[in-house]
């Protein structure tokens, strides 16, 4: 097989291209927690496509359905319209994850990404409320349009839109200001006083635990006192879940274990289990104001989406793997907790959920420096925060506990030779 010609990518496409600066190579080949290049070199992936792959590379048995259904020609484009594959999807949705979890929702399929399921979301709760703006909170991200972009903490994301980003207004996320103070005492001071210049919302949007914010975590009972705070201000609540959710933090939906109910929730990335795009929002039915046609898109209907997203929808039918995630999740925060301690050049605070986890780095620049020796020894990462002073790692949720130690393991040699040279500024 020929070599691809690196200067392609230079020469004729976008600078705009991001991830493949950190890992600057060719990738051909990809299975489970695993990826090759050109070069057949091997690299555990702890990326999963930035939260979209949580089941890992090319699911077998999701493969398999695939490559069935497409063998006997599927339909693959539908627009909303009734098939087959939907239906199987709609009902084992609603079997295996909503029923047990006592969750009653509708379910939308707007365009296949996450940020098309947040702008469905955005215009349902303007829709049925009839206000206009929506509180989101900091260090948020939400999505690269318009809409999702005002809700987004990132200045730089922001400043990406080209225009004033309008009707949103940002409240301090949990813990934002110092662990003493409840900001949420604070962002019902301005719900409450006339002269704060704060309208009553039509929605609150919140992550849970914020992916591309740093890895930031919101309590549980923080997360109970925002639901409070919509229902007695008759407020919307939205949950993005579109990377925290998926099992990610160790159950189907990353809200599950503070024990509340979300008006509308998010989803995207990996929903399909495959990689394939695919978004829902889900709303209570009583929400469900739309007019036929209202909100839509070319490609709403992903069917080889439905058939792959149906497939992964098996790793639920039990609590097994909700358990491995567990275990595997106790064995990750273990190692980093150590590896702060055993390091302390790196000044590094352990944050996370589940397998959604990280090391937040004083000085930024050795998140950066760890991510680039981890790849250099068969390892792929990212950082995320404001600074990109997180790295972060994302690895499968399903994968096998000695591939996780051997990522473990590459992570400690690449900040053990991190930390042998000063940061320099």
Not at 36 to 43: P, Q, T, V
Not at 154 to 177: C, E, I, Q
Request: include cysteine; proline fraction near 4%.
């Amino acid at each position: 097989m020929s070599q691809t010609d690196m200067n392609i990518f230079e020469s004729l496409e976008s600078e705009v291209r991001s991830y493949c600066r950190n890992f600057p190579t060719v990738f051909t080949k990809a299975k489970g927690h695993k990826l090759w290049d050109e070069n057949g070199k091997e690299y555990i992936d702890f990326f999963s496509g930035a939260g979209a792959l949580n089941y890992g590379h090319n699911d077998p048995k999701m493969k398999d359905k695939l490559i069935e259904y497409i063998q006997d020609d599927g339909i693959t484009h539908s627009l909303d319209k009734a098939t087959s594959a939907k239906g199987e999807f709609i009902k084992k949705f609603n079997d295996v994850i909503l029923k047990p979890r006592n969750l009653e929702y509708k379910m939308m399929f707007p365009g296949p990404t996450g940020t098309n399921a947040v702008e469905s979301a955005l215009k349902l709760a303007r829709k049925v409320t009839g206000r206009t703006d929506i509180i989101s909170f900091t260090k948020g991200f939400h999505g690269m349009t318009i809409g999702s972009l005002s809700v987004t903490g990132n200045a730089s994301k922001r400043k990406g839109a080209g225009v004033p980003l309008s009707h949103s207004v940002t409240m301090p996320y949990d813990n934002f200001m110092n662990d003493e103070q409840n900001t949420l005492d604070y962002l019902e001071r301005y719900l409450e006083d006339s002269g704060s210049g704060v309208d009553i919302p039509a929605a609150m949007i919140v992550e849970t635990v914020q992916g591309e914010g740093g890895i930031n975590v919101a309590r549980f009972e923080w997360l109970k006192q925002l639901d409070d705070i919509c229902k007695r201000h008759d407020i919307l609540l939205i949950v993005d879940d579109i990377q925290a959710g998926v099992g990610r933090t160790g159950t189907f939906f990353s809200f599950e274990k503070a024990g509340i109910k979300p008006d509308i929730v998010c989803l995207s990335k990996s929903l399909s289990g495959y990689g394939l795009p695919f978004a829902i929002a889900l709303f209570r039915p009583e929400l469900d104001v739309w007019n036929p046609g209202e909100h839509n898109g070319t490609f709403r209907g992903n069917n080889h989406a439905f058939v792959t997203a149906s497939a992964a929808l098996d790793y639920w039918k039990d609590d097994q793997l909700e358990k491995d995630v567990r275990n595997k999740s106790e064995i990750t925060h273990e190692f980093l907790n150590n590896l702060v301690e055993k390091y302390p050049e790196l000044k590094g605070t352990v944050r996370g959920r589940g397998l959604m986890v990280g090391v937040a780095c004083e000085e930024p620049e050795y998140a950066s420096k760890v991510i680039s020796e981890a790849f250099e020894r068969g390892l792929i990462m990212e950082t995320s925060g404001m600074d990109d002073e997180v790295f972060k790692l994302f690895p499968a949720i399903n994968i096998d506990e000695e591939a996780l130690k051997a990522g473990l393991n590459i992570i400690e040699e690449s900040v053990k030779s991190v930390v042998k040279e000063p940061v320099t500024n």
